[in-house]
């Protein structure tokens, strides 16, 4: 890998590191070490100097470094789904879709999301009207799907019209309702 410097103080260096070191690093790192490993994973990925398919591939190893600190923090998941899906809307929308690969399919990608809500658009509306006299749980909660929706005004353009895009735009609409 790296120097035993590198070893002890991962944020050091990190963001020069080989495709490949990273990723043999994102393997056997745990808690802040894979958070690093994730913001410079993802800056590679923004990088416009590398190839759209170098760019995937970095932002794959972000999508990797996020979804293993899931599983090493409870309770986190809310942060790693909005994460996970803003990168990959901005790979749809940055590099273009493939329906070959689930991480870059806007279809997949919508899937996923309503996978992660809870409530329906317009139970969440109707939360969201009286939220201030809501107890915190709820009101985190629709904060929750404030975040984990922040995607969908553009994931919408990519969809087929059907039943999933129907509620995902229900969900454009009462996002801005949400506190």
Known sequence: MKSDACREDPGRGLSTWTLD?????????????????????????????????????????????????????????????????????????????????????????ASDTLHALTFTPAQAADLAEGWRDLPIELIRELRRHKNLTAHLESLVGYLAPGPARERLVAWTTTRQLLP
Do not use: C
Request: proline letters at 6%.
């Open 21 to 109: 070191q990273l990723d043999t690093f994102i393997h056997h790192a745990r808690g802040r070490q894979l958070e690093t490993a994730r913001v410079a994973a993802q800056g590679q990925a923004y990088n416009s100097s590398h190839p759209p398919e170098g760019r995937r591939q970095w932002a794959k190893l972000s999508l990797l470094a996020n979804r293993r600190t899931f599983d090493h923090a409870e309770g986190r998941s809310a942060r790693v789904a909005q994460q996970d899906f803003m990168l990959r809307m901005w790979v749809i929308d940055r590099l273009g879709p493939d329906g070959t690969d689930p991480d870059w399919s806007p279809e997949a990608l």
